[in-house]
């Protein structure tokens, strides 16, 4: 077998194509998580994630690409004060901002 779960990278990462030869099994989504022994790559269990579309769904997801563009367009000095007000907090001006505008 490949050294495939040493090379795994730390985040959620796709391995290999559709279609290409995968006679041991290795190509899949990896996921790096914590274990008593350490970090270890998972290899995920495939799955097709339900997306229903419904019309609430739809208006949240144009209402937080909405908010990206707004982020994206703010100056700098206004995307430093969300940075500044979220520096105490675990997330980011950048989030503090879309958290905000979804629930305004």
């Known amino acids: 077998m490949p050294t495939i779960l040493q090379q795994a990278v730390s985040v959620t990462k796709k391995w290999g194509k559709s279609g290409d030869p995968d006679p041991n099994n290795d190509h899949g989504i ?6 008593n022994e350490g970090k270890k790559s998972i290899k995920m269990k495939f799955y097709v994630p ?11 997801r144009a209402k937080f690409a909405a908010g990206v ?21 675990h997330f980011s001006g950048y989030n503090l901002f879309l958290r905000e505008y979804m629930h305004g």
């Not at 990896?30 to 274990?35: A, D, G, S, V, W």
């Not at 339900?50 to 949240?60: D, K, L, V």
């Not at 563009?69 to 907090?89: D, E, F, I, M, S």
């Open 30 to 35: 990896y996921h790096m998580r914590m274990t």
């Open 50 to 60: 339900y997306n229903p579309q419904t019309p609430e769904q739809q208006a949240n």
């Open 69 to 89: 563009l707004a982020w994206q367009g703010l100056t700098l000095p206004q995307k430093n004060v969300y940075r500044r007000r979220a520096a105490n907090k």
